[in-house]
């Protein structure tokens, strides 16, 4: 049985307190699983406090975005160097630094490279908008974002990384993608890295979901061959609906392990 890998994106909200009270709520709530791991990925302010407050056994911490130069006159900026006692993962490539922030493929490259550099693991977000679907460039669109995100990338990085399928048009509850649609791009996205990087580091890779993701739709989504988990983004704010996406997840896998 695969483990499942769960990411909560806490994104622009919380205040330090807030983000203290969550995390207690949600550790009461969840339980250690050996084969969920569990992700929470607050705002850069709180990631300090967190790290002190947290239970290692249940959860583990991501970073939201980090700057691609380890250091230098960059006022402002946090590096991937600064986080590397902090955290294990870091969110590259969301579809909010992509298309608000106006990161390009090429500074998402960047920034992959800058993680691995620093021993954090990429969660690398890929997908397309609702136009760029609508036209059939989903694969192309793909493409290109995988091509330049792994291009500094060895088969062996490529393979311990994670990325995220996350189809612009389908983030909120109004406009939820399908199974098969899913499974068409993860289909691509595992294709894309066989072809590229060799079988070995498409076997080890995981592929999250990302997009509307609610306790209801976990089962339907984890049944999609070759999603290893879920990129939570507004659901993972509320400890009760979080908690309630992993224990689906949980049972999703109990039902497996009787059949």
Known sequence: MRRILIVGN???????????????RLQERIMIHRDIEVVLAPSMLTLQPLSIQIDRRKFRLAAQNAYFHDEGAFTGEISFTMLRELVHYVIIGHSERRHIF???LDMIRDKVAAA???DI????CVGETKHEREEGETKQVLHDQLMTGLSNLTAGEVGTMVISY???WAIG?????KPDLIQNSVDYIRAYVRDVFGPKATKNLRVLYGGG???ESIHGYLDVN????????HESLNYYQFASIVNEARRWQRNKEEQ
């Open 121 to 124: 693991m990429p969660i690398l």
């Open 226 to 233: 070759g999603v290893d988990g879920f990129l939570v983004g």
């Open 116 to 118: 691995v550099r620093n």
């Open 10 to 24: 806490w994104k622009m909200y919380l205040n330090a307190s807030q983000a203290s009270l969550l995390l207690h």
């Open 166 to 168: 996350e189809p612009v």
């Open 213 to 215: 993701v609610m306790p």
């Open 102 to 104: 106006h990161e390009d």
């Open 173 to 177: 509850e109004e406009n939820i993608a």
